[in-house]
T-cell receptor, first 114, second 117 residues
């Protein structure tokens, strides 16, 4: 019940296209859903995050869509650029047993072709 | 502000040895969480320390331990290393005051790449 399932495992998109990564969770105690971006040799960096009281959050070219009833959330990268090529992780947290803890999806390796 | 620093960045050990990794959080942060990242298992939570106390622990064997000092710097130790312990070990710091990641954003360091031969 603590799992977060992420798909696809890898994604190839043309420059200017839309990249979409999906995640699903089971634990209804989760109340925070961040997305992290990781480049090779670096630690994950927070990209954007959402709480379940809103259905969508947009920051620049990055948008999170959140469906509370389906227990799913997704990251959309608009106008994808080669510099967006990285590994993306969705995560979740919340509930008394998850103090200081993020539960991560398995990651999606995104390649944006020029 | 300086970011989270981890030392060493790379480490090679042999089976049976023990290793200590260090993490210095962002100035003013009092919480340090540790994660193990492997290609097969992804990012998995090891433990979290706040004000020198372990506040949460993941599902790892007792060979994995940690501690936090009064200046918030943290160390993790792995004893009796196994081949499967080869991984990138990441620490993340936050203010930690609420205990909830939703209000205490975690900022990750670059990690320590541990190779066990």
């Amino acid at each position: 019940q603590q799992q977060v399932k992420q798909s696809p495992q890898s994604l190839i998109v043309q420059k200017g296209g839309i990249s979409i990564i999906n995640c699903a969770y089971e634990n209804t105690a989760f109340d925070y859903f961040p997305w992290y971006q990781q480049f090779p040799g670096k630690g994950p960096a927070l990209l954007i995050a959402i709480r379940p009281d809103v259905s969508e959050k947009k920051e620049g070219r990055f948008t999170i869509s959140f469906n509370k009833s389906a227990k799913q959330f997704s990251l959309h990268i608009m106008d994808s650029q080669p510099g967006d090529s990285a590994t993306y992780f969705c995560a979740a947290s919340g509930g008394s047993s998850n103090t200081g803890k993020l539960i991560f999806g398995q990651g999606t390796t995104l390649q944006v072709k020029p | 502000k300086a970011g989270v620093t981890q030392t060493p960045r790379y480490l090679i050990k042999t089976r049976g040895q023990q290793v200590t990794l260090s993490c210095s959080p962002i100035s003013g942060h009092r919480s340090v969480s540790w994660y193990q990242q492997t290609p097969g298992q992804g990012l998995q939570f090891l433990f979290e320390y706040f004000s020198e106390t372990q506040r949460n622990k993941g599902n790892f064997p007792g060979r994995f331990s940690g501690r936090q000092f009064s200046n918030s710097r943290s160390e993790m130790n792995v004893s009796t290393l196994e081949l499967g312990d080869s991984a990138l070990y990441l620490c993340a710091s936050s203010t930690g005051t609420s205990g909830s990641v939703s209000t205490d954003t975690q900022y990750f360091g670059p990690g320590t790449r541990l190779t066990v031969l």
